[in-house]
């Protein structure tokens, strides 16, 4: 299975790493290693001194597709769950600089921390999703899905006209505003609509 991921979904997110907004998704993947095993810890890797939490909803792909039509979305998905898109922020700033794949900031080894789905027949409204991510029991960011540039089903159809989709890939939607660096000790918790998804460790 394969990680899609759309990076600058969010105005606020946008403004506040002083990015361009994009004129079409900016994409990229992370590889299966990337997934954090269940009830495991994230631990800082010994290579970046700044890692950044962005708490994402994610899309669970469950039929094969390709050039899928926008209106047609829907059947491609029945699950819809919360991640973290862990990035290493000061290498990825290293090599944005350089115009260089930004792999090595986004898809080492336990850069994905996927929690748990909601069967979207008992989502009141896709376009209305709030989340939010709580450090240490505080809230660091809340979303709702209606303030995506992209909605869920046109990401589905662009990232279709590249990318084969297929059975459980997963697709992490974008981070809103309030990402911060993570310490060893902290404590994340995510929630969808109030309802817990994850919790997890930094080590
Ligand atoms: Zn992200």
New binding site residues.
């Given amino acids: 299975m394969k990680i899609i991921?759309i990076?600058r979904n969010y105005s606020d997110h946008i403004k506040e790493l002083s990015n361009e907004r994009p004129k079409e998704p900016i994409v990229f993947i992370k590889p299966d290693s990337s997934i954090i095993a269940k009830n495991q810890n994230f631990i800082i890797p010994e290579f970046s001194d700044e890692i950044h939490h962005?708490v994402?909803l994610v899309v669970k792909i469950n039929k094969v597709g390709k050039y899928i039509d926008e209106s047609f979305s829907n059947n491609y998905y029945n699950q819809i769950g919360l991640g973290i898109?862990f990035?290493a922020r000061d290498i990825q700033n290293k090599l944005k600089d350089k115009g260089h794949p930004r792999e090595k900031s986004k898809a080492f080894d336990n850069s994905c921390m996927v929690g748990d789905f909601i069967n979207v027949e008992e989502i009141e409204n896709i376009s209305n999703i709030n989340f939010e991510l709580k450090k240490n029991s505080s809230i660091v960011q809340s979303g709702n899905s209606s303030n995506m540039l992209w909605k869920i089903d046109e990401i589905i159809s662009y990232v279709s006209q590249y990318f084969t989709l297929k059975i459980g890939d997963l697709i992490?939607t974008?981070?809103p505003s309030g990402v911060s660096q993570v310490i060893s000790g902290d404590f994340l918790e995510g929630f969808i609509n109030s309802k817990k998804m994850f919790s997890l460790k930094i080590k």
């Fill in positions: 991921c990076g962005e994402e898109d990035t992490f974008g981070t």
